[in-house]
């Protein structure tokens, strides 16, 4: 259980050159809030667009595929899409809402939709939620000091960042490519993120993410009906180009493997927050 609940998992990739030409991988969110938007599913979609510095998130409400390519590609330190939630559905007047969050985002929102207080206008309002693997995140000023004093390169110069293979690696605009061991990032990763046990968005409608898949595709679980109902339709309308999961490398035993590791080493660090101080712990989140 540690992938949760699914109906379908495969390996994907958008079947349109723009959205591919500068995705992070498939491009399966943003072509997924493209057709939703093309088909009327939602109004608009919640999403991490360029903010005023380089590779630092704001949250967005996009209503059209241009704001849906601007805001393509993986940055990695937190987008608070959260916060535009109500604004969404109050001055932008959405009925029908898309967003797409990291697994700790999931769990606000699902939270959201079942204890509404001071968020009546949400729960409803939900059309369609996408979910993002993560390991974990970090503070801007950590990415900012990664990127620049780790791997040499300059924030205003960088095209792209990955994490894959232990490695973290940033791409710059004339090409150069540098990389250093993924362990040398952990001691910047959010705190908060070593209490989270869910890699992989199990409160999603639909989740997605590289791992598992070859370079160029995204690997998918479509976990709710109502993400059913849609991946479906997008599939029929060829939005996508899919694999079995089964037929490709490394498929889901490193999902699995990376998901385990996750929880593993989390929940040692509950263990730890539980005796935390003198004669008191620290509140486990999922108790």
Request: glycine content about 10%; proline content about 5%; overall charge neutral.
């Amino acid at each position: 259980m540690v992938l949760g609940n699914y109906k379908t998992a495969l390996s994907a990739r958008s079947t349109d050159a723009d959205i591919l030409k500068c995705s992070q991988d498939g491009g399966v969110v943003t072509q997924l809030f493209a057709y939703a938007l093309e088909e009327g599913i939602i109004d608009g979609a919640i999403v991490a667009g360029p903010g005023d510095e380089p590779f630092k998130p704001e949250p967005v409400v996009a209503m059209s595929k241009e704001e849906l390519l601007a805001a393509r590609g993986t940055r990695y330190t937190i987008s608070p899409n959260m916060k535009l939630i109500k604004e969404a559905t109050r001055s932008y007047g959405l009925d029908k809402v898309g967003i797409v969050g990291t697994p700790c985002q999931m769990q606000a929102l699902r939270k959201a939709q079942l204890y509404p207080m001071g968020m009546r206008s949400v729960p409803d309002k939900i059309a369609l939620a996408i979910g993002i693997f993560c390991m974990e995140n970090f503070p801007y000023q950590g990415l900012e000091t990664i990127v620049e004093d780790h791997c040499n390169v300059k924030m205003e110069s960088a095209v792209k960042m990955d994490i894959g293979k232990g490695k973290f690696t940033v791409y710059t605009e004339r090409g150069a490519v540098s990389q250093i061991p993924l362990k040398e990032t952990h001691k910047y990763e959010q705190p908060g993120c070593h209490v989270c046990l869910d890699y992989v968005a199990n409160l999603s409608d639909i989740s997605t993410g590289s791992v598992g898949s070859p370079d160029g595709w995204s690997t998918v679980f479509v976990r709710t009906k109502k993400g059913d109902d849609i991946w479906s339709k997008a599939i029929t309308a060829g939005c996508f180009e899919t694999k079995d999961i089964a037929s490709v490398k490394p498929g889901l035993d490193l999902v699995t493997k990376l998901a385990t590791g996750k929880i593993d080493k989390n929940k040692k660090t509950l263990e730890e927050r539980a005796t935390f101080g003198v004669g008191k712990g620290l509140r486990n989140p999922y108790i």
